[in-house]
């Protein structure tokens, strides 16, 4: 199993280009999630989608998009980049939603520079 | 809203001694609580969670509703222990909050 994969691993973008950033799981999870980390500060959600063809927001949604249109794969779009969309996006995955076996996979991080 | 704060950033500590990392939490409902950790060059990963009451390398971590506190604590760090530690609490819409990290500098 290669768990919970992104791509790219790094990224430069100036001001107003578009990309999308891709994650894939191979564990059949039915959640998965979007986190941002600003240098210095916690991991903030994103997006989340509790299986395919849903999809909710997060904490800081704004100026993000995502779909799921299978199991496997969640997208993370951004439209209009801005340098305030520099950070490390962090994608991850659940195979259930609560009980003593709960645990999020995360995958390695994609480091995104907006100037 | 909930919040989790780790007030450390940096917590340097010599092999052997030992180790408490801080976390406290607000939250109104029933909280649940986790440490995940990120050795270098590692992704991040789950140490562990409150509800199991389990040891992992080493470390156990209670949590305190009265303090709203889950400090993680080792008595004998070791290098391999150097990484950066993460609190998290899940809320009842099965959302993970957060804390700040703190970085675990083990010397030798």
């Known amino acids: 199993n290669a768990g919970v994969t992104q791509t790219p691993k790094f990224r430069i973008l100036k001001i107003g280009q578009s990309m999308t950033l891709q994650c894939t799981q191979d564990m059949n999870h039915n959640y998965m999630y979007w986190y941002r980390q600003d240098p210095g500060m916690g991991l903030k959600l994103i997006y989340y989608?509790?299986?395919?063809?849903?999809?909710d927001k997060g904490e800081v949604p704004n100026g993000y998009n995502v779909s799921r249109s299978t199991t496997e794969d969640f997208p993370l779009r951004l439209e209009l980049a801005a340098p305030s969309q520099t950070s490390v996006y962090f994608c991850a995955s659940s195979p259930v939603r609560s009980g003593p076996s709960y645990e999020q996979y995360f995958g390695p991080g994609t480091r995104l520079t907006v100037t | 809203a909930q919040r989790v704060t780790q007030p450390e950033k940096l917590l340097s500590v010599f092999k052997g001694a030992p180790v408490e990392l801080k976390c406290n939490y607000s939250?109104?409902?029933?909280?649940?609580l986790f440490w995940y950790v990120q050795y270098s060059r590692q992704r991040l990963q789950l140490l562990l969670r409150h509800i199991s009451r389990e040891s992992i390398k080493g470390f156990t971590a209670d949590l305190n509703k009265g303090e709203t506190s889950f400090h993680l604590k080792k008595p004998f760090a070791q290098e391999e222990d150097s990484a950066m530690y993460y609190c998290?609490?899940?809320?009842?819409?099965?959302?993970?909050?957060f804390g700040g990290g703190t970085r675990l500098m083990v010397k030798p």
């Open positions: 989608s509790v299986g395919a063809g849903i999809t």
């Open positions: 998290a609490l899940r809320n009842a819409g099965n959302m993970l909050t």
């Open positions: 939250y109104s409902g029933s909280p649940e």
